[in-house]
């Protein structure tokens, strides 16, 4: 674990994109004239389109057409969307926070509740909490996130009335609005997190340091906060992390029934209107995000595990 | 009225005090004797530049829209929700909910209120030559464009221009394919010439798609909301596709100045439900579409003001008659047999609306000629399959793209139910709405929405008049042609429509189209939003609007 | 490190300090939980210990002599529970205290060594860190105070450079390493009472040697009172004082380390005392004729073997000969490369460089049809039993399809497969039965019919026998003598127990770092080693006094 | 006791009890669809009934029915049988290619195992919705369709897994013997491999069952499903969302049905979790 496996971490990164944007440009941009009818609308004359593509340079060969875009995509030229004729950078970025303050309130209510049901379950492994959270989540890791946005709606709007049925911010941030679509994805993570957290749990109970640790003389609240927890949240954290894209583009169920125009919607209305450069734009912002986290998950997993800790001061003269 | 009918004609007044049009009397008289309905008559009457004021005193019609109500207050913002379009030339927007956002800010020679009558709007006043062949306008005086220049006939000379041009991309070049030539006469008077007679000009002239826009428009780069010159009494200021327009009230309007400070049109995306749910939680004030689906939901607000308005608005499931299997019209008249347009209305539409007759002309058109009523015949329709070589049944597919909402896919299911029990197959192509306005025209049986006009034989003219740019089921017939001229030259709303029948029993008999039925329109708005009339065009003028 | 004491038998010259017993045991019994094989893990046990004493309890696994520590610490394992009998500790009665209480008691008056040094520590704390929580825990000191008591203790148990081990972790220390930093661990609030739960058996043997010689002097020189807990008759005799033999849960004999080793009055504890391998070869013909017989046939010939991982050479330059029906006998540490030897023979992978020749072909070059046909002629069994056999397959398949890949019919391979179970002295119905059904002991056997069904010429065995217990090892190479008498096989025995290489071996190599520094008939090798390596091998051999 | 009593004796744990019933039940529904469905799923009546109303000729809506006059209760049923058919179908073939390639690289290690995990990854980084729009849109709404979008999602999933066992097998000393007793590497990943990661796999393959299921309800809910008017639980919950406020029925049993299933599948896997996977304890 050193520099070098950063560096090899890094460029599995770099390729992972290039192959992703490779594929993502040859779905949407092999046949040329689908493009030209995309971008002048269905009543422009084929000659129209000729010029058109002429002018943009779609008659060179495929191959270097992606390495200019490749390279017009580094430099932030995005082009414009042929649906909302704006330019995609500037759709994106409003479309993106949005999401993250969806993502950033979700994560903030599925990560403790994830947590502390999964260490309670596992450390009183078999009692009954146990089996209430392993029931929890099972039950809600097994309903789409559609049918709780249902059930939910149902309850809260429709029969009680507390909340908005939309969340559309149409005048303004109102935090009401945000209730039903984290309540959702809480809903759907949580009961992941603590099932994943509660066999870590009872595993890192089971292991001989604990049994060690309460040979000390420790009482057990210390044996758990000080030796169980540090050793059981490593697996759970990447967990999380890995989270992160679902919350971004994954959560697109959840954004289009509640109308929360978020980045899962514009990727989601790209696609239906095969608005060609919005979607490669989105697909690779989707992509980046995947892989940084895949990264932001390694580097915490070795940060948290010192046994995989890079640049560790060398090893002692151990027996082979 | 007991006037005697003869002298009641001298009370009439043309706007620019020209001559009366010698077939006013006639239409007068009959009016007065009730010969003919008094509505249908006024119509025509605006149309020969006859001052409604006038022609109300003699036909004994009180004055249109007196509202007694409390007085209007002024200022506030209207938040409406509507889909902000992909919009560039007004003259070739396809969509109503995209002109209704530039018609805040750009207006029309003429305005057709929602009884059908043209009023003066920008043309002060016109009258029709004897043979209905040549109009001659006079522009109002004192407009201003919102960017300071003075409205003057050069701008009407453009507009006009550019729609008749060969390459024209506009609906327009059809509709007014009739006028050869336009002749400035001075400032603000102009000449139209015509290659034949059209009585009713001035009310084509507040067609969707014809705003007068300003001269240079094309020379700033034909985008109009890039560059919202306008004479209206709103002025645009920001335009977002997909997500937001704002509008607000526009000092030195030349008219009188609207009531609201602002509007700002929504785009909530297509889920309506939505947009109830919006409104119910006071963050949005006036929807502008709601579908059959949403009425209970909205019953459940006593509140919200539930508008309806019948409408010619509808579903045209076309068959293309120059694609394979829809050559064979035997093929075509199976399936406009096996329809149960009925059922569809039940179904699809839960009975709110009127049944069609497959030739898209409305019973509640005036230029509407009863037919003898369509009957459903599935034996027939099984007999002319197995004539066309399809004894055991024939596999047809219908692509729709619920541009309108999801009772178009439900008439789609009832049409699949019909057509089994005639052993036709039908399958359903679902697109997404932004899809299917790509393949509409293409497909060989696509079911397409066709929005609310007028006039019946306008609609006949955009839709299946040879060569029509909106032509979608490419239905190219002389005969039809001919009947459609002749119709389009009758001023006498009663011998036009006997002219119209010949048209939809072409249609009826080439089995073009399963039409099955007209939907009722709603809308809904807000309690504290007063005097939004629904308009059965959906053209609606924001400027009498105001906020309690 | 020197060896301060002279080898040879412990003869018991220890001082007692004081007579009165600082740990006292009456009548402690611990029920299992229902289900189990038995209803009690310690029946009515009663032992005393005193200051300066080690108190062996040897038993085999499932005697119940873990519960017992666990018992006596207030911490039995989950599901046990005390239920009868009382633990003295000096005047304080320890059975029915309150967890508080025993709070202050673990960790300071009595402590634990645990079997697995590299799991019991926490990996991600630094080991001084752990060290120093228990100072936390019993005393009140100034952190900096801590830091310096840990460092001498770290220091007093020998440890290279104590400022780095401290804020090492563990995974970045050795097995011997982290045991001395659980010991310090033990000695932090100086207890009255330690007790080593089986603490070397993780260990290699010279590790285990230095260990074992730290415990010493903690009961010599400290005067600790010590319960020492294992399996290994061997270490047993190389460090106890007094002796306590447990089965089923009861103590069947107790006594003097010298008088239990030496006349053992339970026929259990001579038993156990029996199944221990002893360094001597056995005298008789085995060793001596087969070396000198008439048709010296050498079937395996490897010469200058060599096999690198990136820059690590693990073997380095290997060459022996092995005859028809003599057993060689490769022996070293962990990780000195005899399992990387025996999988190159085999190809399981594949060399750097050098030769193996079977029958005189060579075998390393062979590819395709023409090598799965050879290879018949060298067949291996696996030292762990339980992942030897498919757990799928009945043990008859497993040995017909060895016997069909060797060219046998169907049919006639399985007769072959029940005739293989007799001789390798299975009970014919256990040929349709799964492995699971099966002992470790059982296991190696079917895996020794499979290799047989292939009817090699060289027999290699790689640790088949360190899983097993004691009695199960000595009845697999009682059958692996028989089974080359009969056969004439050549064995390749890869082992780290001297013993186990002296019972069975004509000749033994001896490895280190990947290179043979010695090799020589069994005789020769075990009596009079040349090499220092080996003789420190000999020498750390636990349980010498049982010669 | 050998393996297969593992499973029976799994089955009786009440975890998998339950969930096998739920299950079964649905097989048997999807079975018998047309025994049991009380009206013909597609055939219009009386619009938007009320659960429990009353319908011609004395029969009962036990569900209800939808705003086209369908009876709700006879499309869930025909419903499941959707979901069965198209959700196997998928995480069969999703299996397949998932087992084939899992295997290869798990037991090859090397420049096949690079070239594999690394396409899997690429697959895994797309955003998984695009991927089932841009097929949907392109080749048109179509069970095949379906099924070809579900497969994409899982299979690099299921291809880890396999990899991963198989890496932890080739280890295993009875994989050594039959190297060196010169079995066949076929032979070697189809009988001594494949088998003994069938355990793992049996649970997963309830567990990508459920998956399926759920993003066949999530194609159907943004109307990228199946073609009308095939009864499908996804696109009948999409359907009646817009009337959900008035006709609660119209959304709330597709939800419960689909819940249902999944839940069925996620107990049954997690109750055939003992045996298979983890080794028990103490």
Known sequence: MSRRWFLRKAFGMLLTMLAVSFLVFTILELNVDDVAVKVLGQFSTADQRQAWLQENGYTAPFLLRYLRWLGAFVTGHWGTSTYYREDVLTLIAPRLAASGLLAGAALLVIVPVGLLMGVIAGVREGSVVDRLVSVFAIVTTSIPEFASAVFLTALFVFWLGWLPGVSTMADGFHLRELVLPVGVLTLYSAGYIARITRSSMAEVMQSPYIRTARLKGNPLRRVIMRHALPNALITPVTVIMLQIPWLLSGVIVVEVFFAYQGFGTLLYQAALNTDIYLIEACTMVSVVVVVLTQVASDLMYAWLNPRMSFGSSGRAAGSG | MSEPPARAAQWLRTNDGSRLHPAVEPLARDALQHRTDRRSVLRVLSWLGVSIASARGVLGMPAAGAAAGPAPRRGGTLRFVCSVQQMTDPAATTWIEASNLFRNSVEFLTYVDSDNVTHPYLAESWHPSEDLETWDFKLRAGVRWSNGDPFTVEDVVFNIRRWIAPGSKSPNRTTFAAITAIEPLDELRFRLHLARPVCSLPEHLYAATCPILHRKFEEQGANWPRNPVGTGPFQLTDYHVGRLAVFKRRPGYWGQPAYLDEIRYLDLGTEIATHVAALAAGQVDLLYRLTISELDLVERFPEMQLLTEPSAQTLVMRMQQDKKPFDDIRVRKAVVLSADREQMLRFAYRNYGVLGEHHHVAPFHPDYFRLPPVKRDVESARRLLAQAGYPDGIDLTLALGNTQGRYEQDTGQILQQNCAEAGIRLSLQVVPAAQYWTIWDKVPFGMTYWGHRPLGVMVLELAYRSGSVWNESHFSNAKFDAALDHALGILDPHERSAAMGDAERILQEEAVMVQAYFPKKFTVAGAHVRDFRADPQDYYRMDKVWLA | ?547 | MSVRYAWLRALARPTAAIGALVVGGWLVVAVLSHALAPFDPLHSMVPLMTPGAHGPGGTVFWLGTDALGRDVLSRLIYGARTVVVVATAATLTAYALGIVTGLLAGYFRGHVDIALSFITNVVLSFPVLVLYIVIIVALGASAANVVLAVTFGSAPAIFRIVRAITIDLRSRDFIAAAITQGESTWRILLVEILPNASGALVVDFCLRLGYSAITMGVLGFLGLGLPPPTPDWGGMVNEGRTMAFAFPHLVLFPCLAISSLVLGLSLLADGLRQPAGRVGRG
């Not at chain 3, 490897?302 to 028809?324: H, M, P, S």
């Not at chain 3, 594949?350 to 018949?376: D, M, Y």
């Not at chain 3, 059958?479 to 019972?503: C, F, N, P, S, Y």
């Open chain 3, 1 to 547: 490190m020197g060896y301060a004491s002279p080898p040879g038998v412990w003869d018991g010259g220890r001082r007692v300090l004081d007579t009165a017993p600082i740990l006292s045991v009456e009548g402690l019994t611990v029920a299992l939980p229902k289900g189990a094989d038995r209803s009690l893990a310690v029946d009515n046990v009663s032992l005393e210990l005193r200051r300066g004493e080690i108190l062996c309890i040897v038993g085999e696994s499932g005697s119940g002599k873990s519960a017992l520590s666990g018992a006596i610490m207030g911490a039995p394992a989950p599901g046990l529970k005390v239920v009868g009998g009382s633990v003295r500790l000096q005047e304080t009665e320890l059975t029915g205290l309150s967890e508080r209480a025993w709070r202050r008691i673990r960790g300071n008056r009595i402590a634990m060594i645990f079997q697995e040094p590299m799991a019991a520590l926490n990996p991600v704390m630094p080991v001084g860190q752990q060290i120093m929580e228990v100072f936390e825990l019993h005393a009140t000191m100034s952190p900096a105070e801590r830091r310096e008591r840990a460092l001498n203790l770290i220091r007093s148990m020998q440890l290279p450079d104590p400022e780095r081990i401290l804020r090492s972790y563990p995974h970045q220390l050795s097995g011997g390493q982290c045991q001395r930093v659980i010991i310090a661990m033990a000695l932090a609030m100086n207890p009255e009472v330690l007790i080593a739960d089986e603490p070397t058996t993780a260990l290699d043997v010279t590790t285990q040697a230095q260990v074992l010689e730290l415990i010493r002097e903690l009961r010599t020189i400290q005067g600790h009172a010590i319960l020492f807990i294992t399996h290994d008759f061997g270490v047993v005799a190389e460090i106890a004082d007094r002796i306590a033999v447990m089965r089923n849960g009861r103590i069947v004999e107790i006594g003097e380390a010298r008088q239990v080793l030496t006349q053992p009055r339970h026929d259990y504890t001579r038993e156990l005392i029996a199944a221990v391998p002893s360094l001597a070869p056995p005298s008789g013909d085995a060793s001596v004729s087969a070396a000198t017989g008439s048709e010296k046939k050498t079937v395996l010939a490897v010469t200058a073997l060599a096999k690198d991982y990136g820059r690590v050479r693990a073997v380095n330059e290997i060459t022996f000969d092995l005859e028809r029906g003599t057993t060689l006998a490769v022996v070293g540490e962990s990780g000195c490369g005899k399992s990387s030897l025996a999988r190159l023979i085999v190809r399981l992978t594949e060399p750097t460089s050098g030769r193996v020749e079977v029958n005189g072909k060579c075998f390393l070059t062979l590819e395709g049809s023409e090598r799965r046909a050879s290879c018949r002629a060298v067949q291996m069994i696996f030292q762990d039993p339980f992942g030897s056999l498919n757990p799928l397959r009945t043990a008859g398949a497993t040995i017909a399809r060895a016997a069909m890949l060797a060219g046998v019919d169907r049919r006639s391979a399985r007769a072959l497969a029940s005739e293989l179970f007799d001789r390798v002295g299975l009970p014919r119905e256990g040929l349709d039965r799964r492995p699971s059904a099966f002992s470790g002991g059982q296991k190696q056997r079917i895996g020794i019919a499979r290799a047989l069904a292939m009817n090699p010429d060289v027999l290699i065995a790689d640790e088949s026998l360190s899983a097993l217990d004691a009695s199960s090892q000595a009845q697999i190479l009682d059958l692996l003598r028989k089974l080359q008498k009969e056969l004439g096989l050549a064995i390749l025995m890869i082992t780290h127990d001297l013993r186990v290489a002296a019972q069975i071996s004509h000749r033994i190599a001896v490895m280190q770092a990947g290179r043979i520094v010695e090799i020589g008939p069994a005789g020769r090798v075990i009596n009079s080693p040349e090499h220092p390596y080996t003789r420190e091998l000999l020498h750390s051999a636990p349980g010498r006094g049982l010669v």
